[in-house]
Each structure stands twice: as structure tokens, then as C-alpha cells.
């Protein structure tokens, strides 16, 4: 995948020498289940060199290193024009030997999380901007080109948007080069092995008749983008609930 990207960085400059080319990193804030368990704290690194930061680090060196594995791949080494980030929660890791595919991990959510209706996703904005500081520690302009929620009824995405877009405004505001935002998906689309059993659009698509049904969220996504702000009335609106934790008296 690396030599690809390389070798199609390379095509695509030569017929567009002003095009911007870079991946989109799915980046997971994992932390040790058992901040005193060496096993945990040992799994966690291992986790989030493999997941994190192989691929990136490989894009700025020129040299994989993967699970006790080194190559050089020099055709590589700066074909990034910007830093492409993903991110919809993060993790705990222990370790457990009932796991030998996912390299001996078990991943989990605390259980006072704040969960998605079906339990994929866990509303933790703060690994998001943990997200933002490590996209930023690769010196390149950040966009966020996937940040979002499964969500069959909506009644979790307006406030997973706007406290993550709160976190991304106070990324703006140390002023670390952010150049843009995509949620998720405006559709809901086919989730690979889930197939139509979850939503990630801000419009619902009904699988049988491919009507499109606009979402509170939609409105919410499409005031912020409109305003190119986040207010304190939006969040009145869409996600009371969290009005006292982003606006304290």
C-alpha cells in the first residue's frame, strides 16, 4: 500500500503539479485498561504503533518498521502534501492471550461512556483533539477528512458533532495548521462487513424505496458550516444536554 501511494503521488503530481496529495490516517486514542499493569501499558504501545503510526511515520522516513520488521522504502519518504486524519473514538487495551488475531489486545469502552445506540462508537471528544496533537507532531497542514457517528435515530450525533467540533475549535485556537473538516458521511452508506446495519449519514437512506430523510444533525452540520461557528444557541437547540459543559456559568 505504501509503494502505491508513493508511486500514484508521484502520477499525480506530474499531471497536476498544483494537486494536493495526501492519505486519510485513522488515528484510535487507545489507553491501558490497567494503568499498573506493565502487560496492559506494554499491549497499548504495540497497539497504537501498529494502528497509529506505521503507515505515517513510513510516509515521513522513507522506512517501515512493523512488528520487529524494517524496510526501507525511500521512494516514499515526503509524499504527503497534507496530514489526513480520522477519528471516531478511542479505546482501552488489556492484554488477553483469547486474542491472538488482534495481536493479543482485548479493546473495550469504560462503562460510564457515553455510547452510541448500538454500542460501536463511544463519544470521547477529548481523544480527538488527542488526535489533533499527534496529526500535528507531523509538521504538515491537517485536514480531518472522517470524523462521525453510527446513529439509527439521531439521537446521538448532534451532541458526538458539536462537542468534537468544540474540541477542533480549541485546536484552531493554539493554531496548529487545521485546514478543514468532513463529517463522517452525508449518506448513510454500506459499512463494509455491517452492510446498511448502521448509520453514519446526516441524511438516512432507506434501503428499500433509496429515499433520502434529513436528520436534526443535517441541520445542525449544515448551520455550523453556514456560520462557520459554533454558538451557544446551536447547541441550546440540537444538544441541551451538554449546554452546561461547553458553556459553564
Not at 496529495?21 to 506493565?38: D, E, I, K, M
Not at 492471550?97 to 452510541?116: A, C, G, R
Not at 495548521?177 to 458521511?185: D, T
Not at 448509520?199 to 424505496?209: A, I, M, N, Q
Request: proline share 5%.
Amino acid at each position: 500500500m505504501v509503494r502505491v501511494h508513493a508511486a500514484v503521488y508521484q502520477i499525480v503530481h506530474k499531471l497536476q503539479p498544483e494537486g494536493k496529495v495526501g492519505l486519510a490516517h485513522h488515528y484510535c486514542g487507545f489507553r491501558a485498561a490497567q494503568h499498573l499493569s506493565p502487560l496492559d501499558l506494554w499491549m497499548t504501545k504495540i497497539a497504537s504503533a501498529v494502528f497509529n503510526d506505521a503507515i505515517p511515520n513510513t510516509l515521513t522516513a522513507g522506512t517501515l518498521r512493523f512488528l520487529g520488521i524494517r524496510k526501507r522504502i525511500p521512494a516514499a519518504k515526503g509524499t504527503q502534501d497534507f496530514f489526513g486524519v480520522n477519528y471516531f473514538s478511542r479505546k482501552k487495551i488489556s492484554f488477553s492471550l483469547q486474542k491472538p488475531v488482534e495481536i493479543f489486545t482485548k479493546q473495550s469502552y469504560s462503562p460510564d461512556s457515553d455510547i452510541s445506540p448500538t454500542g460501536y462508537i463511544a463519544n470521547e471528544p477529548d481523544g480527538f483533539f488527542q488526535a489533533l496533537k499527534w496529526a500535528k507532531g507531523f509538521k504538515l497542514p491537517i485536514i480531518v477528512t472522517g470524523n462521525g457517528t453510527e446513529d439509527p435515530n439521531d439521537s446521538f450525533r448532534s451532541r458526538f458533532l458539536i462537542e468534537h467540533i468544540h474540541k477542533l475549535w480549541h485546536a484552531v485556537n493554539f493554531n496548529w495548521k487545521i485546514q478543514g473538516y468532513f463529517h463522517r458521511s452525508l449518506i448513510d452508506s454500506f459499512e463494509w462487513d455491517r452492510g446498511w446495519t448502521q448509520h453514519f449519514g446526516l441524511w438516512k437512506l432507506d434501503t428499500d424505496t433509496q429515499e433520502r430523510l434529513k436528520q436534526p444533525s443535517a441541520d445542525l452540520f449544515a448551520e455550523i458550516c453556514r456560520e462557520n461557528a459554533l454558538s451557544s444557541e446551536m447547541v441550546a437547540r440540537y444538544a441541551p444536554e451538554v449546554f452546561e459543559k461547553l458553556f459553564p456559568n
